[in-house]
């Protein structure tokens, strides 16, 4: 069984569209979170939710909005795509907020094209 | 700005030696540091972390060291396998999430 899924794995679409990525965890985890690995490699969060409540939104433009419908799921919804947006999208959980000794458990990615 | 440094960015090492993967930080505040393992097409998996409070912590092969006073924290892994091949991340708790360095790549080989 997945600990943590996202949909779709892959993603390619054009600029100017409104797209859904899709998270869920099955651990029982209180927090989630949204991370995006550039083109650059680097792996930055971009949000953190408790309970189902915003904590932490990194400086992250509000196109990108987060939902998160139960503590089970945190949905990503970008609107207005651009091409600076194409990426590969984490998702991750963990029991406690910021993971205690920061053990997350990710899911495999979601990979971003925008043309 | 980024908190966490990894200024190398490959690492080749042959097996059954040694791999050191370094990792330098900003902030002297963190409470837990810690290294992901990632390959590819795959999400980041947690390997080892280290509490501010120790300087050292060991889980089987994998040992990571932490030198606060030069900020510094390095990843251990004693004797390398062909399966270690992979992205490292070093990374800090910030209490909320986890800032990542850029990673280093490792390539055990034969």
């Known amino acids: 069984d997945t600990a943590v899924s996202q949909t779709p794995k892959y993603l390619v679409t054009q600029m100017g569209n409104d797209k859904s990525i899709k998270c869920e965890q099955n651990l029982g985890h209180d927090t989630m979170y949204w991370y995006k690995q550039d083109s650059k490699k680097f792996l930055k969060i971009m949000f953190s939710?408790?309970?189902?409540?915003?904590?932490i939104n990194e400086t992250v433009p509000n196109r990108f909005s987060p939902k998160s419908p139960d503590k089970a799921h945190l949905n990503l919804h970008i609107n207005s795509l651009e091409l600076g947006d194409s990426a590969v999208y984490f998702c991750?959980?963990?029991?406690?907020?910021?993971?205690?000794?920061?053990?997350?458990?990710f899911g495999p990615g979601t990979r971003l094209t925008v043309t | 700005d980024q908190q966490v440094k990894q200024n190398s960015p490959s690492l080749s090492v042959q097996e059954g030696r040694i791999s050191i993967l370094n990792c330098d930080y900003t902030n002297s505040m963190f409470d837990y540091f810690l290294w992901y393992k990632k390959y590819p097409a795959e999400g980041p998996t947690f390997l080892i972390s280290?509490?501010?409070?120790?300087d050292k912590n060991e889980d089987g092969r994998f040992t990571v060291f932490l030198n606060k006073s030069a900020k510094h924290l390095s990843l251990h892994i004693v004797p390398s396998q062909p399966g270690d091949s992979a992205v490292y991340f070093c990374g800090v708790n910030s209490g909320y999430a986890l800032n990542f360095g850029k990673g280093t790549s490792l390539l055990v080989t034969p």
């Open positions: 991750a959980s963990s029991l406690t907020m910021g993971g205690g000794q920061g053990k997350q458990y």
């Open positions: 280290i509490s501010s409070i120790k």
């Open positions: 939710y408790n309970n189902k409540e915003l904590i």
